[in-house]
């Protein structure tokens, strides 16, 4: 697995960072990239990687990104998440567009910028992490579950557009997870976000790091299409056991 180059967005906290750490124990070498540069220097030394900052709402940022990797065999499309929960008779537009922005073109973006190269690499692989509101609907959730569908429909439709190209496509598909998500969700008000993962145990971020480090160390011709994980206790976005 050595010599192999990872380029992972988002990955200044949360998922994107465990990943980055997992992948670098599995012999990748790591590409980071974020808004917080500090964060991500300071984790490329520790992974002996290397920082890039990345905007992946802004399409100027997510080029220059991509003219400094000069190979990549593993794209992690991590970069997203959550702004309100406001149900749609309030919706709030400026949210909706942040979500559809991160979430959506985000990856459009970052997939576009560096599908040349994966597809060079001669064993490329684009993982990108969706959420179970790729499938599910809920409450005041509306933004986000059509922007996670879309994103899910985008990498869906690669693993079709790609067939014959030595690119493989997985799509990561997590519940709930204790991360920033939540405190990012509501403006830092963290008494909130606590209250998200309040009476079950939710995953944490390196639960998700080493299942997307399994889907990215499989041999070439194994493709995991989907993988769907969540806590015990939750059945879906709107039903969970608390106690
Ligand atoms: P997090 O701790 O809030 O991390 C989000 C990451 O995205 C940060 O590293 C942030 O870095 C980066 N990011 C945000 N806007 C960006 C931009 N414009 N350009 C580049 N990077 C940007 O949340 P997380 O839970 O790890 O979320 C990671 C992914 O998992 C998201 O796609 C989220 O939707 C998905 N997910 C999360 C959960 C959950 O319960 N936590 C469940 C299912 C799916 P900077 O701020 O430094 O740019």
């Known amino acids: 697995m050595t010599n192999r180059t990872a380029v992972i ?11 980055a750490r997992a992948l670098a124990a599995s012999g990748f070498h790591v590409v980071l990239g974020a808004r917080r540069l500090d964060r991500l220097e300071q984790l490329a030394a520790d992974l002996s990687g290397i920082a890039h900052f990345l905007d992946v709402t802004d399409p100027a940022s997510v080029a220059e990104f991509a003219q400094r990797i000069p190979e990549c065999h593993v794209l992690v499309n991590n970069a997203g998440g959550a702004r ?12 909706w567009r942040w979500m559809w922005e991160v979430n959506v073109l985000g990856t459009l973006r970052m997939t576009k910028a560096l599908l040349p190269k994966l597809i060079e690499s001669g064993d490329g692989h684009v993982i990108t992490v969706t ?6 609907v809920y409450d005041g959730g509306s933004g986000y579950t059509s922007a996670k569908h879309a994103q899910s429909a985008l990498h869906r439709t690669l693993r079709s557009e790609l067939l014959g190209d030595p690119v493989r496509i997985t799509e990561i598909m997590p519940g709930l997870v204790e991360t920033d998500f939540s405190a990012n969700r509501f403006d830092g008000d963290t008494e909130r976000a606590a209250a998200v993962y ?3 145990t939710p995953l944490t971020a390196q639960d998700v790091a080493e299942v997307i480090n399994f889907a990215a160390t499989r041999p070439s011709h194994v493709n995991l299409d989907t993988i769907v994980m969540k806590p015990r206790d939750q059945y ?4 969970a056991h608390r106690v």
């Open 236 to 239: 879906s976005g709107s039903r």
């Open 131 to 136: 959420s179970i509101a790729a499938h599910d």
């Open 198 to 200: 309040q009476g079950l």
């Open 9 to 19: 967005t988002g990955a200044s906290a949360g998922i994107g960072e465990a990943t």
């Open 84 to 95: 309100g929960l406001e149900r749609v008779a309030d919706a709030d537009e400026g949210h």
